[in-house]
């Protein structure tokens, strides 16, 4: 067996080093991955939303209301008692204010004064119409989804119900004379954190002016 020379040992040392680098390497490159999380709550959102839209059309029932009180046609009839109220009353294609109140509309005075602060949980998940209900399902999908597949259905739960209450209580404060529903507040909570996460990871975004953009169309929607 003959004794190692210089070079063997120079060139073991070498090898040695290199797997020493790429092991540390490989460390740091599992240490910085991201956990990726299933998006499943914000999708179960949207389908409670479209469940209740469509309970509160049937509870609603145009064609029976209408029959005996004044006003115009209800629109799409051929939909039955889901049919939508005449344009008049409700522009947004959905059911009657009387209907929404009924349901758990947000209404100062029945907050204030009959002790109904249920209304302010209830509001987040009715919706005026068809297309307040599709732009705000919509925001919520794009803003949602991503959110939740960064942060984890927990976090994103908690802020949606919290920036949705919020939401309510301020409505109620400066709008006080009119029924106000749908999840807007819920939605703005959740744009706030979506713009908070850009501006903080912002040197890592290659295309820095359409995130900016897309999160200003969003909010210009809502």
Request: glycine content about 10%.
């Amino acid at each position: 067996m003959q004794p190692a020379t210089g070079d063997d040992i120079e060139s073991r040392g070498a090898k040695r080093s290199r797997n020493n680098s790429y092991s540390s390497g490989s460390t740091y490159v599992i240490e910085e991955t991201e956990t990726q999380w299933t998006s499943w709550l914000v999708p179960m959102i949207v389908v409670a939303n479209i469940a209740v839209f469509v309970v509160i059309m049937y509870i609603n029932n145009c064609p029976k209301h209408q029959q005996v009180g004044p006003g115009g046609k209800c629109v799409a009839r051929f939909l039955g008692r889901f049919s939508f109220e005449p344009l008049k009353e409700n522009p947004l294609f959905g059911p009657s204010s009387s209907t929404l109140r009924k349901l758990g509309a947000l209404d100062r005075t029945k907050v204030v004064y009959d002790h109904q602060g249920w209304r302010l949980i209830s509001c987040i998940w009715l919706h005026a119409g068809v297309i307040h209900l599709v732009v705000n399902m919509l925001s919520l999908v794009f803003i949602g989804i991503r959110l939740e597949q960064q942060f984890g259905f927990v976090r994103i739960g908690i802020l949606y119900l919290l920036s949705g209450f919020g939401g309510s209580v301020l409505s109620s404060l400066f709008i006080q004379n009119s029924t106000s529903v749908g999840a807007s507040g819920a939605l703005f909570g959740l744009l706030g954190a979506m713009l908070s996460e850009l501006i903080t990871n912002w040197t890592i975004y290659t295309n820095k002016v359409d995130n900016a953009l897309c999160c200003f169309k969003i909010s210009v929607a809502l």
